[in-house]
Nanobody, 120 residues
């Protein structure tokens, strides 16, 4: 079993910053990728940022230059630093990982989601 625990969401004013964390724990052998998605009311879930085991990153065009994804391999944790937040960034943010468990199989797991609200 693998668990993903997210934290760091909340209410922030436009132009403000938040840092999300997602910690993976359990029967993990190795992590291939960790990603952040978001889903706003009435919209489809979209990929926001991606980081792989080699440290390569990619971002949605809407967040480039404002969001930074980073990882701590020793802690199996991924972070999303969000700066210059806009009202359109309001959504539930989800962490997702693709990994190999100790039994040797590859799986993907999702976190429970954390609400980010950008409003004055």
């Amino acid at each position: 079993q693998v668990q993903l625990v997210e934290s760091g969401g909340g209410l922030v004013q436009p132009g403000g910053s938040l840092r999300l964390s997602c910690a993976a724990s359990g029967s993990i052998f190795s992590i291939y990728v960790m990603e952040w998605y978001r889903q706003a009311p009435g919209k489809q879930r979209e990929l926001v940022a991606h980081i792989n085991s080699g440290g390569s990153t990619s971002y949605a065009d809407s967040v480039k230059g404002r969001f930074t994804i980073s990882g701590d391999n020793a802690k199996n944790t991924v972070y999303l630093q969000m700066n210059s937040l806009r009202p359109e960034d309001t959504a539930v943010y989800y962490c997702k990982t693709v990994l190999k468990v100790t039994a040797g199989y590859d799986y993907q797991y999702w976190g429970q989601g954390t609400q980010v609200t950008v409003s004055s």
